[in-house]
């Protein structure tokens, strides 16, 4: 049996996701009165091979995530071996001794949520980027003001290095890094909506202090219309394209 055939029908079953999602987003941008072009998909293939990211890569997948470190590493460099050239976004909590790793193959890190973890990436991408230029990195934010559950807390009700505004200064200030944006993970529905609301508004505000600023990565599978409908720009979809991952993450 040849390699071709097994990878068949798993590549019709990721073109099918990857329509179908395609179509909801079409949708949604179409009620939000927004051009389609406006929005970016990226594919989130954490717990798949790297296999699928080659599928993905030849259905024209451009843009794709991960949420762990180990095996984002392994899996980009497999790619990379594979021929095939997608941009690698790193979306998932990430601890300080992991951004050496990160800057070698992240080319946006959506999930920077506090100054020293600004700082720590900062350095990391200083020695590890040579040549590649800043790293494009999104400060994420708390839309549920519970800075334990990971996201930058807009105010003052936390400590220092938690509060929103102080880790955009802190990223806008490195020199090894550029300020694009900000990301959040809306609570579960029936929330979604108003989350993603008020985010819209946050985003807006944030864009009046950092003209820079274009990116708001925001929705998942279940909630990508409200997304749309309140202003993101770039949707991180896994399982609407993938299929439902197993429980171990
Ligand atoms: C897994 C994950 C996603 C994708 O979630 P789906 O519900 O599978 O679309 C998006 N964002 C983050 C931060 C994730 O960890």
Known sequence: MGAAAMTDERQRE?????????????????????????????????????????????????????????EAAAKAAAVAAAGAAVRWHFIGQLQRNKCRSVVGYADMVHSVDSVRLATALGAAAAAGRVGAGRLDVLAQVSLDGLSHRGGAVAGDAVAPDRQLDRV????????ALRLRGLMAVAPPAPSAGPAFARLGALFAAVRQRYPQVDVLSAGMSGDLEDAVAHGATHLRIGSAVLGARAALE
């Open 168 to 175: 955009l200064a802190a990223i806008a200030a490195d020199d």
């Open 14 to 70: 990721l073109a099918a996701g990857l329509a179908a999602v395609r179509e909801r987003i079409a949708a949604a941008c179409g009620a939000a009165g927004r051009p389609s072009d406006s929005v970016t998909l990226i594919v989130v293939t954490k717990t798949y091979p790297a296999q699928d990211v080659v599928r993905l890569a030849g259905l024209g997948v451009a843009e794709v995530g991960e949420n762990r470190d180990q």
